[in-house]
C-alpha cells in the first residue's frame, strides 16, 4: 500500500550544524510534499513544502528537494538553533485526496 | 490563532463511555479532517470531508463515526471507548480535497480511557 519511509527516527546535533532528515514514498502520482514541525504538546504547523514541478526549495535556514526518479525528498536545516528541536514530519500527496506521513523525526540540538 | 479550534482539549474518560470531540475552522476552508497521532507521534487520517460530504474513510472503527453540520464543522463521536482509542486527536482543514493543500490542524484533543 501506499507508504512513506523517514530516516532518521532520532537526529542529535550541535547548535549551529546541520540536519538532514530524509523520506521516500512509493505512489508515483504524488505530488506535494509538505514538511510539518511539532513541538512537544503542540500541533504540527508547515514549515515548507514542494511540489513536483521543482527540484529545489529553499526558505532562510530551511530547504528541502525532491527527486522524482528515486521518490525521495529531503529536509535540510542549517545552522540549527536550540528552538529547531521537535519532531519533524515529512508527508505525500496520494491519489484520492490523502496525505500519508512519516514516522517523524525527533531532532534535538545541543546548546 | 484560532484558525482551528477543538474541544474539549483533554479527555479523560472510562472505558465503555461514549464521548464526542468538535471542531471548527474558521478559514473559510472546504475540507476538514480528523487524525489520530498514537503514543509513538504516528500521525494517520481517519476521516476527510468536503463540503459536508464525506471524501475518505479510512479502515476505522465503526464506533468512530464523524458528523459534519457544515464546511466550518466537524465533529467526531467515538462510542463504546476502549483503551487502545487512547491518543491525541487532531482535526485540521485545508481549501481544497486534492490532498495537494497546506493543511492547518488544531490544537489537539488528548483522549485518556482508563
Known amino acids: 500500500g501506499e507508504n512513506v519511509e523517514q530516516h532518521p527516527s532520532t537526529l542529535s546535533v550541535q547548535e549551529g550544524d546541520s540536519a538532514v532528515i530524509k523520506c521516500t514514498y512509493s505512489?508515483?502520482?504524488?505530488?506535494?510534499f509538505p514538511w510539518y514541525k511539532q513541538e512537544l504538546g503542540k500541533r504540527p504547523q508547515l514549515i515548507i513544502d514542494?511540489?513536483?514541478?521543482?527540484g529545489e526549495k529553499k526558505d532562510q535556514r530551511i530547504a528541502v528537494t525532491l527527486n522524482k526518479t528515486a521518490k525521495h525528498f529531503s529536509l535540510h536545516i542549517t545552522e540549527t538553533q536550540p528552538e529547531d528541536s521537535a519532531v519533524y514530519f515529512c508527508?505525500?500527496?496520494?491519489?484520492?485526496?490523502?496525505?500519508?506521513f512519516g514516522q517523524g523525526t525527533e531532532l534535538s540540538v545541543k546548546p | 490563532d484560532t484558525a482551528v479550534s477543538q474541544t474539549p482539549k483533554y479527555l479523560v474518560t472510562q472505558m465503555g463511555n461514549d464521548k464526542s470531540i468538535k471542531c471548527e475552522q474558521n478559514?473559510?476552508?472546504?475540507?476538514m479532517y480528523w487524525y489520530k497521532q498514537d503514543s509513538k507521534k504516528f500521525l494517520k487520517i481517519m476521516f476527510s470531508?468536503?463540503?459536508?460530504?464525506?471524501?475518505i474513510n479510512e479502515t476505522v472503527p465503526n464506533r468512530f463515526s464523524p458528523k459534519s453540520p457544515d464546511k466550518a464543522h466537524l465533529n467526531l463521536h467515538i462510542n463504546s471507548l476502549e483503551l487502545g482509542d487512547s491518543a491525541v486527536y487532531f482535526c485540521?482543514?485545508?481549501?481544497?480535497?486534492?490532498?495537494?493543500?497546506?493543511?492547518?490542524f488544531g490544537p489537539g484533543t488528548r483522549l485518556l480511557v482508563l
Open positions: 508527508a505525500a500527496s496520494i491519489t484520492g485526496g490523502k496525505l500519508i
Open positions: 514542494i511540489r513536483s514541478n521543482v
Open positions: 478559514l473559510g476552508h472546504d475540507t
Open positions: 505512489d508515483s502520482a504524488s505530488n506535494y
Open positions: 485540521a482543514s485545508s481549501q481544497g480535497d486534492r490532498g495537494q493543500e497546506t493543511q492547518y
Open positions: 470531508y468536503n463540503n459536508k460530504e464525506l471524501i
